[in-house]
C-alpha cells in the first residue's frame, strides 16, 4: 500500500516537478509569468474600481429619476385629490360651512374607485419604466397585521407585480406613520407570470382624498441599469483578457530580445568547453547586448589563443620528455656497461672509498633507469598513445605476484603482507601488466609508509565492478597532504629516504592506469592512522563504475570506531552507542592517539592530474558514491574532493 501511494505521488507531482524546473531554468518563462500575474492583479483592482464607480453612478441617477418621477405623480395626485374636495364641498382643513354630516357622508368617494382611477391614470403616462400599486391601510396593513380578512378596497397594481410579496410590511407601516412624506427603499420585485424576482427601488407616499387616506407606490426595476453593468462587466473583462495577454506578449517579445543572446552565448561557451573554440557569437547592432557579444568573441579569441600557445608548449614538452628519454636510452647503456664492471670490481679496488662509490653509482643508475622507463609511460599518457590490452583475468593472482615481489622489501621493513578477501575469484575483465604496476606502487608505498606495520590489501567485488584496497598503519595522510598525493614527483615527507629508489611518478602511473581502465583511484588517511587506497575498476571492459564494492573509509579508522574523547579539538558524536559497547576494548593508548583528532587527514577522490588530451579515453566520474564531500575540519574530519580537469581545484579547496 505504501509503494502503491508513492507511486500515486510521484505520478501526480511529476507535473508539478517539471513545471518547477522549467520554472526555475528559464528566465524568460519567470519574466513572462510575473507579468502575466502582475498585469491581472492589475486588471482585477481597476476592474473593481470602474464597477464600483458605474454602479454608483447608475444607483444614483435611478435614484434620482425615480424621485422625480415619483414626486410628479404623487402631485398629480394631490392635485385631483383637491379638485375631488371642492367638488364634495369640502376645503383642506375640514368640511364646508353649509350643509350637515349626513349630506357629506352620503357624497363621500369611493376609495377602492378612486384607487381604481388614480392608479391607471397615472401608469399610463410611465408605461414600461415602472409599475404602480395604490392600496387603503386601513384594508390591507391593518388587515395582514390583525389576520382580519381585507374588504373590497385591496390593492390596485399596475404593471404585473405582486404587491404583497413586493413591498415590505414594515414599509407599509413606514409609510402610514408619516402621511404626506415621501419614503423610499430598495427591494426584490416579484412578477405575477413568471415569478422571477429583480432588484428595484419603491417610492411611496400617503395620500388622502376626501378624508380617506391610501398609499401610492411606485416600484422601478432596476433591468435596464443591471443590463448596462452586465455590458460594462463584459466589456471589462474582455478588455483585460485582451491586455494581459497583450502585455505577456509584449513581455515574451521583450525579455526573447535579451535572453536569445544569452542563450546563444550558453550554447557558444559551452562548445567552447568541448574544444571548439573557432565557434563565435553573431553581433548586430551596437546596443548593450551587442557589446557584450563584442566581449565575449574577444573572450573566445583570446582563450583560443592562449590554449593554441599552451597546447603547442605542451606538445613542446612531451617531445622533449620523449626525446630525452629516448636520446638518454644510448649513454645510459654506456654508462651502465661502465657501471657494472666497476660494481663487479669493486672488491679489487682496495680503497672502501671507491667501493662506496661503486654501489652508489650503481644504486643511482638503477633509480635514472627507472625513471626514464616511468617518463617514456607518462609521455605516452600525455600523446594519448597508451593502449588497454584487456583479458579476463583473476585479480588474486596479481595480488600474489605483487606481495611475492615485494616481500624482501616487506622482511626489511618487519611488516607481514596480510590478504583479505582472496577466498573466492575476482575476476574482472583488465590489462593484468598495468594493475600489476597500479599495486606495486601502492604496496611498496604502503611497506615505506608503514612504520613496520602490517599491511592489509583487501579485495572484494559487486555492484559491477571490483575493488582492491591498501591499508596501511603508518604515518598517514595529512589534510594538506591529500590534495597532493598524486602529483608527479611529490614527497610526502622530503626529510624520509627513498629505500627503494623511488621516482616520483609511481602514483601519477598508476592513476593513468586506472583512468584507462575507466575506473577510480582513490586515498583516504588520517594523522597517525595510516591511509587506505583504493583501486575500483569495471568488472567488464568499457563499463561504468558506480559504487565501489569496498568503502574507501576503513572501518577500524577513527571516526568509524566513534571516539568521543574529552580533551579531543575535533570530537565526533554521532555513533555514542558504539563507543559504549567497544571502550572495554580499546586500548586506552591507541584510543587517545596523536594528532589533530579524529578523522583528520582527508579524503581524495578524482579521475585524473593531467589534463585532458584529444583522442584519448574519457576520464571516469571523479565522486565515488560512498564519499560524502565535506570541507574544513569538521567532526568528519577533512574530506578534499579533485576534480578530474585538474589538481589546482583541490589544492585551492584545502587552502
Do not use: C
Not at 486588471?43 to 441617477?61: D, F, Q, T
Not at 422571477?196 to 398609499?215: C, W
Not at 606481495?403 to 575483465?429: C, F, M, Q, Y
Request: glycine share 10%.
Amino acid at each position: 500500500m505504501r509503494s502503491l501511494l508513492r507511486m500515486i505521488q510521484r505520478r501526480v507531482t511529476r507535473p508539478f516537478l517539471r513545471l518547477t524546473g522549467l520554472y526555475r531554468r528559464s528566465i524568460q518563462l519567470r519574466v513572462v509569468a510575473t507579468t502575466l500575474v502582475l498585469s491581472l492583479a492589475v486588471v482585477l483592482v481597476l476592474g473593481v474600481v470602474v464597477m464600483s464607480a458605474v454602479r454608483n453612478g447608475l444607483l444614483e441617477a435611478k435614484q434620482d429619476a425615480a424621485k422625480i418621477q415619483a414626486q410628479s405623480g404623487f402631485a398629480v395626485a394631490q392635485r385631483a385629490a383637491a379638485q375631488q374636495d371642492s367638488t364634495s364641498g369640502r376645503t383642506t382643513g375640514g368640511v364646508a360651512a353649509t350643509g350637515s354630516a349626513q349630506s357629506n357622508a352620503d357624497s363621500q368617494v369611493d376609495i377602492g374607485t378612486w384607487l381604481t382611477q388614480q392608479v391607471s391614470q397615472l401608469a399610463n403616462s410611465g408605461t414600461g419604466e415602472y409599475a404602480l400599486v395604490g392600496m387603503v391601510p386601513s384594508t390591507d396593513v391593518w388587515a395582514q397585521a390583525t389576520g382580519a380578512a381585507p374588504d373590497a378596497n385591496g390593492p390596485r397594481e399596475v404593471g404585473n407585480v405582486d404587491p404583497t410579496a413586493s413591498i415590505p410590511a414594515a414599509f407599509q407601516y413606514q409609510v402610514a406613520e408619516h402621511p404626506g412624506a415621501t419614503q423610499e427603499q430598495y427591494t426584490r420585485i416579484h412578477d405575477l407570470d413568471d415569478g422571477k424576482t429583480s432588484a428595484g427601488l419603491i417610492v411611496a407616499q400617503q395620500l388622502s382624498v376626501d378624508g380617506q387616506s391610501y398609499q401610492l407606490y411606485y416600484l422601478f426595476p432596476f433591468t435596464l441599469e443591471q443590463n448596462t453593468l452586465n455590458l460594462v462587466t463584459s466589456t471589462l473583462a474582455m478588455a483585460g483578457v485582451f491586455v494581459v495577454i497583450l502585455l505577456g506578449a509584449i513581455s515574451w517579445l521583450v525579455v526573447r530580445q535579451v535572453v536569445t543572446p544569452v542563450r546563444m552565448a550558453a550554447e557558444i561557451s559551452e562548445r567552447l568547453a568541448d574544444g571548439r573554440l573557432e565557434e563565435r557569437m553573431k553581433v548586430s547592432g551596437t546596443d548593450d547586448i551587442a557589446r557584450l557579444g563584442e566581449s565575449f568573441n574577444r573572450m573566445g579569441s583570446a582563450l583560443q589563443s592562449q590554449i593554441r600557445q599552451l597546447e603547442e608548449l605542451s606538445r613542446v614538452q612531451r617531445r622533449f620528455v620523449s626525446d630525452v628519454s629516448h636520446e638518454l636510452r644510448t649513454p645510459l647503456t654506456t654508462v651502465r656497461m661502465a657501471a657494472d664492471l666497476l660494481y663487479e670490481s669493486r672488491e679489487d679496488f682496495g680503497d672502501p672509498a671507491a667501493e662506496r662509490s661503486a654501489e652508489l653509482l650503481q644504486n643511482q643508475l638503477d633509480r635514472f633507469e627507472s625513471l626514464l622507463a616511468d617518463l617514456l609511460e607518462i609521455s605516452r599518457f600525455d600523446a594519448g598513445a597508451a593502449i588497454l590490452d584487456a583479458e579476463p583475468a583473476d585479480l588474486r593472482d596479481v595480488v600474489a605476484r605483487v606481495i611475492e615481489g615485494a616481500e624482501p622489501l616487506a622482511r626489511t621493513k618487519g611488516s607481514a603482507v596480510i590478504v583479505r578477501g582472496g577466498d573466492e575469484p575476482v575476476v574482472a575483465e583488465v590489462d593484468p601488466r598495468r594493475i600489476e604496476r597500479v599495486l606495486r606502487n601502492l604496496v611498496v608505498n604502503a611497506l615505506e609508509h608503514g612504520e613496520g606495520r602490517d599491511i592489509e590489501v583487501r579485495l572484494a567485488a559487486g555492484d559491477g565492478a571490483v575493488a582492491i584496497a591498501v591499508r596501511d598503519h603508518g604515518i598517514g595522510l595529512k589534510p594538506g597532504e591529500a590534495s597532493r598525493v598524486f602529483n608527479r614527483f611529490w614527497r610526502a615527507d622530503p626529510a624520509r629516504a627513498r629505500t627503494t629508489g623511488g621516482t616520483g611518478l609511481g602514483l601519477s602511473i598508476a592513476l593513468e592506469d586506472a583512468a584507462l581502465h575507466g575506473g577510480w583511484l582513490h586515498a583516504w588517511g588520517e594523522p597517525g592512522g595510516g591511509s587506505q587506497f583504493r583501486l575500483t575498476v569495471p568488472r567488464n571492459a568499457g563499463g561504468e563504475v558506480q559504487r565501489s564494492p569496498i568503502p574507501l573509509e576503513p572501518e577500524d579508522s577513527r571516526s568509524n570506531r566513534g571516539l568521543d574523547l574529552a580533551g579531543m579539538p575535533y570530537r565526533r558524536s554521532a555513533r555514542q552507542a558504539e563507543v559504549m559497547a567497544m571502550n572495554e576494548s580499546l586500548d586506552p593508548g591507541a584510543a587517545l592517539g596523536v594528532g589533530l583528532g579524529s578523522g583528520l587527514g582527508g579524503v581524495l577522490g578524482y579521475g585524473s592530474v593531467i589534463p585532458g588530451v584529444s583522442g584519448r579515453m574519457p576520464l571516469p566520474p571523479s565522486n565515488p558514491a560512498d564519499l560524502g564531500v565535506a570541507s574544513g575540519y569538521g567532526a568528519t574530519g577533512a574530506q578534499v574532493v579533485v576534480s578530474k580537469e585538474g589538481r589546482d581545484e583541490g589544492a585551492a579547496a584545502q587552502e
